[in-house]
Nanobody, 125 residues
């Protein structure tokens, strides 16, 4: 599976962005797709994930109520809608995917086999 993340950019605090993660090679339908982010000088951290078979989701506390995740099986694409952005959301955002991820493991980077190249989100204050 090849993943292509896109949609990053520069936005003012309070604004919105939508990131896309497009998959090629295999259908997404049986996969869990997660978004992670890495700010300068920090470790990569979990943001949000969606299991496409049953639409189970997991959210990091820092983004609850502001970020949502959705999937389009026909387009083999998962979207990360980010609202009410804050400067601390500034990071490179990566999408990742794997099969057979149980809910309790969705936040674990090691659970994901395939990774996209990352897209930069910069939120100005």
């Amino acid at each position: 599976v090849q993943l292509q993340a896109s949609g990053g950019g520069l936005v003012q605090a309070g604004g919105s962005l939508r990131l896309s993660c497009a998959a090629s090679g295999r259908t997404f339908r049986s996969y869990t797709v997660g978004w992670f982010r890495q700010a300068p000088g920090k470790e990569r951290e979990f943001v949000i994930a969606l299991r496409l078979s049953d639409r189970a989701t997991s959210y990091a506390d820092a983004v609850k109520g502001r970020f949502t995740i959705s999937g389009d099986n026909l387009k083999n694409t998962v979207y990360l809608q980010m609202n009410s952005l804050k400067p601390e959301d500034t990071a490179v955002y990566y999408c990742a995917a794997s099969q057979g991820v149980i809910i309790s493991n969705m936040r674990n980077r090691a659970a994901y086999r395939y990774w996209g190249q990352g897209t930069l989100v910069t939120v100005s204050s």
